[in-house]
């Protein structure tokens, strides 16, 4: 029974035809703040819902603030870890949220943000391979965030260790992946090749301009990602709408670069 709880709730964060993604995550807050894009939440995710996105990330708090009730409907993924950039340790995730209640908040999936190679790694790998028992016994998707962060990592987007910790997420029992995309095509496809659960790229730190973000969810997309999971590209734009139908003629209908960025310009 729980496999159907997970194709039902599934299919609240996906485009049906074309059977991939647009996440647009909002948990910064707690991370680093209420910063631009994210002081009135139910305007943002207003604007991304119009702009076509299936998904939206936030922490539980943020659910009660209006999630719901106005222009399209979206998807909802509550985010059950966390760490502040304050802490002594922002690369440590803690669980903040069980699958319990994030269901009682009208959760469609949850999200938990995995730091491979941290001090806490074992700590968090624990985390992880509970949190996904959980799921499976309610029923519910769960969307694993690896990165590669921690002394040992020179390069967060070398193909071999975004591969790996890739990787760690399917082998834990995640349903969807969120990774770095590793640069290029080639090398992004063995990653995909190597998760055996669908990838969605992150959309990383603000980026210099449009077409840098573009490019790589096309990159991404040829190389076999499922979609995108872009926050401060999309909620900190200055057209948070149409940035969002950018990606979203990338993401689902298989357009190009240009294509999308004549969105941008109407």
Not at 33 to 40: F, H, R
Not at 63 to 91: E, M, N, Q, Y
Request: a negative charge; aromatic letters at 4%; one cysteine or more.
């Amino acid at each position: 029974m729980s496999e159907i709880g997970k194709k039902v709730r599934m299919e609240r964060i996906i485009n049906r035809k074309s059977r991939n993604m647009l996440i647009v995550p909002m948990d910064h807050g707690i991370s680093i703040g209420p910063v631009k894009g994210l002081v009135e939440m139910t305007d943002t995710i207003n604007k991304v819902a119009e702009g076509g996105a299936n998904a939206v990330l936030m922490q539980k708090g943020m659910v009660k603030h209006g999630h719901r009730g106005f222009g399209p409907d979206i998807g909802l993924i509550v985010h059950v870890s966390a760490s502040t950039s304050l802490g002594p340790d922002p690369d440590n995730k803690v669980t903040v949220c069980s699958v319990e209640r994030a269901i009682r908040y009208g959760a469609d999936a949850v999200s938990m943000h995995i730091n491979i190679a941290s001090e806490t790694e074992a700590d968090q790998l624990v985390e992880l391979g509970m949190l996904s028992e959980e799921c499976d016994y309610w029923g519910v998707p769960l969307v694993a965030m690896m990165y590669p962060r921690g002394k040992k990592v020179k390069n967060p987007h070398d193909p071999e260790t975004v591969a790996h910790v890739a990787r760690v997420g399917a082998e834990l029992g995640a349903d969807l992946v969120k990774t770095n995309y590793t640069g290029d095509e080639d090398s992004f496809k063995d990653v995909v090749r190597g998760c055996q659960v669908p990838v969605v790229i992150a959309g990383g730190p603000k980026a210099d301009t449009d077409r840098d973000i573009l490019e790589m969810v096309r990159g991404a997309m040829n190389a076999g990602a499922r979609g995108a999971a872009i926050g401060r590209n999309i909620f900190q734009h200055e057209d948070p709408t149409r940035m969002t139908r950018a990606v979203a003629v990338i993401v689902h209908e298989n357009g190009t670069v240009e294509e999308a960025l004549e969105v941008l310009q109407i």
